[in-house]
């Protein structure tokens, strides 16, 4: 079955950048998803369509995608950035999700 | 306010039964796509299905774990939509969210969530 692979655990320092890939075979032509889940707290859609922020979403995130590659880049990383990040994508009519990566702000 | 409630979730034994429910409010719900996403306790995302509106055909898909097993239905009249579960495994234990969206747009909006136990 279609699978997305995210690394398990992200280190950055506050103020500084961090990068969450999602790679899958064919994610080049889906629309890749990403939500940020905090402990305790129910996932947030952070960026949909590869590229786009919702509403209410902080300009430090942003997104990309590089041919099967899905980045989820937050620049200027607060403390409050730490958290879990899933990307998502389609495939055959059903959403597949990745394993989702911590983000450590240390 | 987008505002979505779920409800129905509690502790049952293997092989048995259970519905949930998530009643929404602050959109359109009968234009909405509505899906289940599910997280075992301390695992990540795992989509459970999704039904499209009536209006783009009210379409019903299910993640490979649960088709057979699971039933997705929406009364728009009440806007709610349910998770009729049946021949439960404990490997379906963890929390439940009901979402809105689907397609291109992503899951763009959850609920808090209710916890399903399955153990004897």
Known sequence: ?106 | EVRLVESGGGLVNPEGSLRLSCAGSGFTFSNAWMNWVRQAPGKGLEWVGRIKSKSDGGTIDYAAPVKGRFTMSRDDSKNTVYLQMSSLKTEDTGVYFCTTGGGKYGLDYWGQGTLVTVSS
Do not use: H
Request: with cysteine; net charge negative; glycine share 12%.
């Open chain 1, 1 to 106: 079955s279609y699978g997305l692979t995210q690394p398990p655990s992200v280190s950055v320092s506050p103020g500084q950048t961090a990068s969450i890939s999602c790679s899958g075979d064919k994610l080049g032509d889906q629309n890749a998803c990403w939500y940020q889940q905090k402990p305790g707290q129910s996932p947030v859609m952070v960026i949909y369509q590869d590229t786009k922020r919702p509403s209410g979403i902080p300009e430090r995130f942003s997104g990309s995608i590089s041919g099967n590659t899905a980045t989820l880049t937050i620049s200027g990383t607060q403390a409050t950035d730490e958290a879990d990040y899933y990307c998502q994508a389609w495939d055959s009519s059903t959403v597949v999700f990745g394993g989702g990566t911590k983000l450590t702000v240390l």
